[in-house]
């Protein structure tokens, strides 16, 4: 009744913002991303009748106020599995969570495929997309490996909203991202109470919506065709639209600081003098720039020298989620 799994973390080019559903989280829209090698969390899941309360310890915390509803997640999977028993999770990231780099992806992914795991069943890609996503949106997408599509899908019980392969993870090992930590704290409004503050005020969430199928084309054409410009510009528009949403709900949800928008002019500047690169940001401070292999080091290095980076991390295409052997307890 003892399983771990890993899974990456995952940077949406076209993102999810919005529900129009709350209770299984199926998204208003469609979304693609990169699953990302380099931000990866590690959980272990135990059920055992020792246990007289479910535990979850992130990163040596034991969480207490939860978010994300990770106690009604492991309910919903203990019904699954018709089992009674506690359990006792366990999760390590090597990056900060719950500060804009995605860790609810990875954590949600890693937690729901060590329980399933644990509680003896056995699920496919597809069942553990559905499963993943009812316990955070984005975390069906890291699933799997490379570059993933999210389809929204029609139907009310979410049968049809998973995440499926766009291009596996060698398809495209030039496309890099450089994701940077500019801030360690945690964010103001998380994503789940800021998108749907978005959905319910802003004025421009409609326009939002009304323009996702043209940059959901052309990121999944522009991937199968490896072509960065068109990639990266999209996605850096996609992103700048989503946080123009979020700007203008009431109150307005601002993520950025000024190290994020130190980091999106110097992206600009290099882009402007002859090297790709363009940038996209979630739901946090921390920038994510995309690049080429061949400029991967150098442009590091220069964004490791910007005033208020802290830490930058260096992901190419990774792996989906995966069972291993080690535990963490
Ligand atoms: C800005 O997946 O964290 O990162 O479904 O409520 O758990 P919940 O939200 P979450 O939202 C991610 C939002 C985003 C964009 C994206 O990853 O597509």
Known sequence: MKATAVANANVALVKYWGKRE???????????????DGLQTRT????????????LIINDEELKKDEKDIMGHIERIRKMAGINNYAKMVS?????????????????????????????LNLDKKELSILARMGSG???????????????????????SYAECVAGKNHW???????????????????????????ATSPYYKSWLESINEDLEKVRTGIKEKDFEAVGETAEYN???????????????????PETMEIIHWVRSVRESGTPCYFTIDAGPQVKVMCLEKDLNSLNK??????????????RPGDGTNIIKEHLF
Not at 44 to 55: A, G, L, N, Q
Not at 241 to 254: E, L, Q, S, V
Request: with cysteine; aromatic share 8%; hydrophobic share 40%.
């Open 22 to 36: 709350a209770s299984l989280i199926l998204p208003y829209n469609s979304s693609i991303s990169m699953t990302c």
């Open 138 to 160: 984005s975390a069906c997408r890291s699933v799997l490996e490379g570059f993933v599509e999210w389809k929204k899908g029609e139907k009310q019980d979410g049968s049809d």
């Open 44 to 55: 272990t899941v135990e059920f055992s009748p020792e246990y007289t309360h479910d535990m």
């Open 239 to 257: 992103c700048i639209k989503m946080h123009a949403t979020m700007m203008t709900t009431k109150p307005p949800i601002i993520y950025w600081l």
């Open 173 to 199: 090992p030039e496309f890099r991202m450089i994701a940077t930590v500019v801030s360690v704290k945690r964010k103001p409004v998380g994503s789940r109470a800021g998108m749907a503050q978005t959905v």
């Open 302 to 315: 220069e964004i490791q020298s910007l005033e208020g980076v802290i830490k930058t991390i260096m992901c």
């Open 92 to 120: 390590e990231t090597n990056f900060p969570v719950a500060a804009g780099l995605a860790s609810s992806a990875s954590g949600l992914a890693a937690f729901t495929l060590a329980a399933v795991k644990a509680a003896g």
